[in-house]
């Protein structure tokens, strides 16, 4: 009736105990068996064979299947590394394990007057996952992406044994790692600079978009005025209201009072359970369908409404029946970086392209970013649409027309966002490509970080 | 007030400590490895807790018995003292080298018994008190795999039984749990009969219970059943299992 003892080492060229479990990427669209080793101890991460390939997977929310072994890696869960090792209430600088997820940072930070300001919209991603797709939230283009809060990381490979790295000590292999997909070794753990939290509600405007068209202007003119804003848009809707839809600025009501920390709901999701509906919901019809009602209800509350920080900044944690709703097959994202100066063509395109082919767009959404790229990161000025699609045939011709369009516009794709990127695609658009291989080459001759997403990217 | 737990780095150890840490209790945590601990200890410390950490390998069960000793101020009360640790050994199927076997049995029993007998005088003399132990199904009959490890956890079981009846009238709480599967590292990887329960919601039923009686408790509770059933097999029935 007991557990049989872990096997030896020789079972899986580790020392750890191996589970052959078939994963999900969260978008639906990669399934494959891995071995998945998880360790719980530091001894653990020491005891796989030098030599054998690995990479790190935490909270399993990548669209991409980055936390995907390439053929013959191993799969390291480090969810139980999931330690806040210091908070100064004074500077805000949190340490944390890499598993830490960022609903404990906020249980952490938001009672004491402070919060992080660069985060995705879901509770149980982890930081190691936020420092390898170097992430960004609502507010990008005031406070960058995830890379400006970490002020420092600690790394293990085995070739070089434990790392302390920062923007001065190892600044190549520090940016390597800050948007560098897990592939320079096993983050352990990371130094992070919050923000002091100015209220704790966010008061969020809502400003109608007439068409797509306006975007861009809008989002420019309201920026200043706001620390968070977004763009929601019915691409479905054809004519003159293609990419109708609303604007959201938000910012801190100062001086919002002190509200008493209560555990937020938070509804589970995670890329398992997300396709447990068989049948998707989402086809061309029921898509309008949803649009349109999504705009009319959107446009039937009060302008201006507010929200407790929790629910503003993780959304996700109450609308995972969205992403249920594709069902098994999943769904497709793009999204896109485009230079301010070719939003009228990315626009013109788009309502060329969805006019001639209307494609169940679920969700468009716009946000602007402002950031210096390099190597590998989503990051520069412009303006970044996100787009999702139900998989399948009108999905797969969307995807061709996105990776020409953005190519040509000299945007760059989310390459974490995108589980089926071509490599091709990504070298054209990073102009740092070769420099970011060429330096993990440098950094790792045997290059033994490796996954599905290095190896579909040629990486 | 203070709460020691022994085997406090991982699994339902681990558990344990944080839910006891999440209180902002004083806890002691014992652990093999410091690299383990530090954050643990700093994890709860920020919580609010107050920990002291004793990194020492569990085999060394007297060594260890003094340390924690050692770090109790004459006048510090003890709350509590859980042993959720235990080790399992490749090959344990009888051939263990004498070695290996009693290095089991330093861990999984003479650890408990080394650290207990150490405390438990200050423990009597305060009158009050929880001491908590952590067997294994494994241990429920004895079978041709885990043959050391199911005796040493059975000794232990004996070893609890004992204690509660001296404790039993002079304030203490002794409680034996019998611990089913747990998803931890010992059962991670392995297809096993039943469904491995979460350590994090054992470890939550197993603090709110602690302290308010004495005796024995499988967790998950339905392993009581199964344990009820198998320990009545007729051996001709029992010899051609193979679990």
Known sequence: MSARPPEGPSAAGTGLPVAELDLTSFDGRVRMRQSVARPDRYRHLEMVAPDRLRITRGGGYSYAAAGFGATGSLVQDGRAFDRVLSFDEDTGVLECEAGTTLGKIHDVAFPRGWYLPVQPGYPHITVGGC???DVHGKNQFADGNFHGVVLGLRLFHPRHGTLDLDARREPEVFDLTCGGFGLTGHI??????????????????????PRFEETMGLLESHAPQSTFIYTWHDFTASGDGFGRGFLYAGEFVSGSPAEGHSQPRIVEIDSETRGRWRAPFFNGFTTRAFNAAYYRTQGWGPESRELGLFPFLFPVARKVVYFELFGTRGFREHQVLIPRDRFASLASSLRDYLGRRPTPVTLASCKLFRGVPKY?????DGLCL????PEGP????LSVFLDGLVRDLGGRPNIIKDSRLPREIAQACYPEYDAFRDGLRRFDPQRLFASELSERLGL | MTWIVVGASAGLGRAIAESLGREGRSLVLVAGDERDLAPLSADLEVAGARIRVIAHDAADHAGLASRIAESLSPEEEIEGLLFPVGAMAPGDD???????????????????????????????????GVIAGFGSVAAVRGRSQNVVYAASKRALESYFESLRHLGEGRGLSVVFYTLGYLDTGLAYGKRLLFPKADPARVAGRVRRELGRESGGRYEPRWWGMLAAVVRRLPWFVFRRLRF
Not at chain 1, 188 to 209: E, Q
Request: aromatic share 2%; charged share 30%; hydrophobic share 45%.
């Open chain 1, 394 to 397: 009108d999905g797969e011709r």
């Open chain 1, 131 to 133: 420092i390898a797709a």
């Open chain 1, 188 to 209: 352990l753990s990371a130094r992070l600079r919050l923000s002091r939290l100015p209220g704790t509600r966010v008061r969020v405007r809502r400003v109608a978009v």
């Open chain 1, 386 to 389: 996100a787009v999702d699609v």
């Open chain 1, 376 to 380: 590998l990161r989503f990051d520069g």
């Open chain 2, 94 to 128: 009888g051939t263990l080298s004498p070695e290996e076997a009693e290095r089991l049995v330093r861990i999984n029993f003479l650890c408990a018994t080394s650290i207990v007998g150490g405390l438990l005088p200050r423990m009597l003399r305060q009158g009050k």
